[in-house]
T-cell receptor
Framework: DVKVTQSSRYLVKRTGEKVFLECVQD?????MFWYRQDPGLGLRLIYF???????EKGDIPEGYSVSREKKERFSLILESASTNQTSMYLC????????????????FGPGTRLLVL | AQKVTQAQTEISVVEKEDVTLDCVYE???????LFWYKQPPSGELVFLIR??????QNEISGRYSWNFQKSTSSFNFTITASQVVDSAVYFC??????????????FGEGTQLTVNP
């Protein structure tokens, strides 16, 4: 079974703090993703990575950066947290960028609920 | 433009009722994938099904069934004889290509299903 873990389930930070959200997958997946989930908006892609040190912006990258130094780990960084970044953050991974079949399926971690005060 | 619409924000049923969750999508891709995910109260998205655009056969898995109709751009999900454990948010998603590599999912807004005993 695919296992995607996130470093924290709940996090409370103050405005202006630098925040790191960590995600680890144990299935040697090529692709990793960060989403945020807000009521009425579904999941929106922040960034994704298709290889170590490679990244691509998603739909809402502003205010975020990412780091992927090792294949199994993908970090989301909020350089200076703001209250509008209070949200549920979900990490996902998928097998590879070969565009067919099972490689496309994304597997999700349990999520981190971030509250920025 | 890629878009997924789940018009039903919330559905409430009584146990053992059948319920259908609607999903309508827009894409210019000729080959694409559609997905359904379940998000129980614990927060983790659970993969349910992947369907590619050239396979319009309906699929049944236990009490779950999916009706894919390319002509109407719909990929509806039916739960037969619903149970309380089916209570969750359900997301429909469409796979689209990334700019440089890999692929990404566009999610609908989600449908909150509540099954009452």
């Amino acid at each position: 079974d695919v296992k995607v873990t996130q470093s924290s389930r709940y996090l409370v930070k103050r405005t202006g703090e630098k925040v790191f959200l960590e995600c680890v997958q144990d299935m040697d997946h090529e692709n990793m993703f960060w989403y945020r989930q807000d009521p009425g908006l579904g999941l929106r892609l922040i960034y994704f990575s298709y290889d170590v040190k490679m990244k691509e912006k998603g739909d809402i990258p502003e205010g975020y950066s990412v780091s992927r130094e090792k294949k199994e780990r993908f970090s989301l960084i909020l350089e200076s947290a703001s209250t509008n970044q209070t949200s549920m953050y979900l990490c996902a991974s998928s097998l590879g960028y070969i565009t067919s079949g099972p490689q496309e399926t994304q597997y999700f971690g349990p999520g981190t609920r971030l509250l920025v005060l | 433009a890629q878009k997924v619409t789940q018009a039903q924000t919330e559905i409430s049923v009584v146990e053992k009722e059948d319920v259908t969750l609607d999903c309508v999508y827009e894409t210019r891709d000729t080959t694409y994938y559609l997905f359904w995910y379940k998000q129980p109260p614990s927060g983790e998205l659970v993969f349910l099904i992947r369907r590619n655009s050239f396979d319009e056969q309906n699929e049944i898995s236990g009490r779950y069934s999916w009706n894919f109709q390319k002509s109407t751009s719909s990929f509806n999900f039916t739960i037969t004889a619903s149970q309380v454990v089916d209570s969750a948010v359900y997301f429909c998603a469409l796979r689209r290509r990334g700019e440089t590599s890999g692929s990404r999912l566009t999610f609908g807004e989600g449908t909150q299903l509540t099954v009452n005993p």
